[in-house]
């Protein structure tokens, strides 16, 4: 698989808007090393529907999936990208950059809200999972959007604790399989760190293994399938 970092099309995600020169882990666009972009891409252009981002933060993953995707990709995030700049003085200098980027594409849609209060009527081939990493949301995003979903999910930063224990739950309940894995090295230690699975059962496969929280947010999303 061509590293997609390599690519003028893509390589300007990375670069460092201080020095134009060089590429930035800390100030690029994009918040993926490149072998993780390279993933994403892969798989947006395998599909034949639409995908969905939940976590957008500057648009460069929303860069890639638009690129791909040959139908629409939803875009979630509860900040626009502009809020997420926000004011400061070296990510300013990426913002137009992005913004007329993303213009080009007509397959986007924008949405800015909280994920749990997003309804797609649409199905979707694939979903990309990177928004808050804690157990909680990550539980609540993959109950929210796997009914629509038709084939791929894919989680960034596995590394961290809720995404793993959510992604592990769901290969030992078989409500998916992992089929591909890229690497990343984050202070000197190479790690898995983007998992894409293949959906196999509906969300019910999966209710058993969620721990007993008191929590209205999950319960809420719990609520259809409690009742059964």
């Not at 995600?13 to 490149?34: C, F, H, Y």
């Not at 224990?165 to 894995?181: N, P």
Request: hydrophobic fraction near 35%; charged fraction near 25%.
């Amino acid at each position: 698989m061509n590293n997609i970092k390599e690519n003028l099309e893509f390589s300007w995600l990375w670069v460092d808007p201080n020095n134009p020169e060089k590429q930035s882990a800390k100030w690029s666009i994009i918040r993926m090393q490149g072998n993780e972009a390279s993933l994403l891409h892969k798989y947006c252009k395998l599909i034949n529907g639409n995908s969905v981002e939940v976590g957008r933060r500057y648009g460069g993953s929303l860069y890639i999936m638009a690129s791909a995707t040959p139908g629409t990709v939803y875009s979630i995030d509860i900040k626009s990208i502009e809020r997420c700049i926000g004011d400061n003085k070296t990510r300013l200098k990426f913002k137009d950059k992005i913004l007329n980027n993303l213009s080009k594409f007509s397959n986007i849609k924008m949405i800015i809200d909280r994920s749990d209060s997003v309804v797609i009527n649409d199905t979707y081939d694939l979903l990309f999972i990177d928004s808050n990493h804690g157990y909680i949301n990550v539980l609540g995003d993959t109950i929210h959007y796997w009914n629509n979903l038709t084939t791929y999910a894919i989680y960034h930063d596995y590394h961290t604790i809720g995404v793993k224990t959510i992604v592990d739950a769901g290969v030992a309940c078989g409500l998916f399989k992992i089929i591909d894995i890229a690497e990343s090295k984050r202070d000197g230690v190479v790690q898995p760190s983007l998992v894409v699975v293949k959906k196999l059962k509906e969300i019910d496969a999966f209710l058993k293994y969620i721990p007993n929280y008191n929590i209205e947010y999950i319960y809420k999303l719990l609520s259809p399938y409690l009742d059964k």
